[in-house]
T-cell receptor, first 113, second 115 residues
Framework: KAGVTQTPRYLIKTRGQQVTLSCSPISGHRSVSWYQQTPGQGLQFLFEYFSETQRNKGNFPGRFSGRQFSNSRSEMNVSTLELGDSALYLC????????????FGQGTRLTVV | AQKITQTQPGMFVQEKEAVTLDCTYDTSDPSYGLFWYKQPSSGEMIFLIYQGSYDQQNATEGRYSLNFQKARKSANLVISASQLGDSAMYFCAMREAYNTDKLIFGTGTRLQVFP
């Protein structure tokens, strides 16, 4: 079966713009979480969604937002992009929160210029 | 606050040898889960092994085993019979409760396997 699909794989945006990243979980998975990976800060938790509800949010400014749809697909949005938002954004899915295994997508590499 | 520490930025191992990647954690919660992930240059995080805080036995998955020492708060990954394809970044992570997917990651260890 298909794995976690993140689109687009690569993105280049200009400072001040906004961006929307998409994550399609494995079929049947209802829990989706997002992470930001940068060389300086490492892997940091952004959000966690289950059944269209945000259950947890990491320590990120309000420019970072997300949502989950009824088909479990999730999007995250970053407004007013800053150079420091350049990162690999990873999405993970699991059947339900607390499963022993979460499957990650290949990520979206965002570059802000 | 929960924290994961990986003190080895890089490790080298010869093919077919075993290697141990270190991980220590800090939490005051009695219920937690520990994970190891492999991240090749493609970027995808690949699940390797899981250990629950109440599990009595060390977890094993094929060539991977987790040396869980609860009193020392350590969860080292042991890779036996290293292969060239094992060269990658390895991350230790902790889930702070059982009903969440939120993971706290360490800084990672870059493993290089040479012939």
């Amino acid at each position: 079966k298909a794995g976690v699909t993140q689109t687009p794989r690569y993105l280049i945006k200009t400072r001040g713009q906004q961006v929307t990243l998409s994550c399609s979980p494995i079929s049947g998975h209802r829990s989706v979480s997002w992470y930001q990976q940068t060389p300086g800060q490492g892997l940091q938790f952004l959000f966690e969604y289950f059944s269209e509800t945000q259950r947890n949010k990491g320590n990120f400014p309000g420019r970072f937002s997300g949502r989950q749809f009824s088909n479990s697909r999730s999007e995250m949005n970053v407004s007013t992009l800053e150079l420091g938002d350049s990162a690999l954004y990873l999405c993970a899915s699991s059947l339900e929160p607390g499963e022993t295994e979460a499957f990650f997508g290949q990520g979206t590499r965002l570059t802000v210029v | 606050a929960q924290k994961i520490t990986q003190t080895q930025p890089g490790m080298f191992v010869q093919e077919k040898e075993a290697v141990t990647l270190d991980c220590t954690y800090d939490t005051s919660d009695p219920s937690y889960g520990l994970f190891w992930y492999k991240q090749p240059s493609s970027g995808e995080m690949i699940f390797l092994i899981y250990q629950g805080s109440y599990d009595q036995q060390n977890a094993t998955e094929g060539r991977y085993s987790l040396n869980f020492q609860k009193a020392r708060k350590s969860a080292n990954l042991v890779i036996s019979a290293s292969q060239l394809g094992d060269s990658a970044m390895y991350f230790c992570a902790m889930r702070e409760a059982y009903n969440t997917d939120k993971l706290i990651f360490g800084t990672g260890t870059r493993l290089q396997v040479f012939p």
